[in-house]
């Protein structure tokens, strides 16, 4: 049986999605892009403040799962433009540390034109 997770504290969802589903011991997050929790407005113009936003949604989203970033065992991470790599890598080395398996791909466009956006599968 799944569970759906939502919390006040991460960027609401801007379709018919979850932002989470967790089932079997096993927690899904939907792709978070940088927006602000109360305002689901974009938060900052360059790849490094939007890096920092998206891990603060995907923090509370752990946190209301009863994990964090220790649990997270696969990240799939999307880029607007492939040369961003570098700075994003740089922010997100600071929360991933136990270096969970990652695919970071470049794709044509984002949701609301975002740099950056990343989703994750934790052990619960």
């Known amino acids: 049986m799944s569970q759906t997770i939502q919390t006040a504290k991460a960027a ?5 999605y979850s ?7 096993l927690l899904f997050t939907s792709g978070q892009i940088p927006a602000d929790a109360e305002t ?4 900052g113009t360059e790849i490094c403040a939007q890096a920092k936003q998206v ?5 509370a989203i752990l946190e209301e799962a009863g994990a964090s ?8 991470c999307f880029l607007a433009d492939m040369n961003d ?3 994003f ?14 695919s970071c791909v470049a794709v044509k466009t984002l949701p609301k034109n975002v740099l950056c956006e990343v ?4 052990e619960l």
Do not use: H, L, W
């Not at 609401?12 to 018919?16: Q, T």
């Not at 970033?69 to 799939?76: A, E």
């Open 12 to 16: 609401p969802a801007i379709g018919p």
């Open 69 to 76: 970033f220790d649990n997270v065992i696969k990240t799939t």
């Open 40 to 43: 689901g407005e974009i938060v």
């Open 85 to 87: 790599f570098a700075a």
């Open 119 to 122: 989703e994750v599968i934790a």
């Open 89 to 102: 890598n740089e922010i997100y080395g600071e929360y991933f540390v136990n270096k969970p398996a990652r």
């Open 19 to 25: 932002q989470a589903v967790s089932c079997k011991g």
């Open 55 to 59: 891990m603060k949604n995907i923090s």
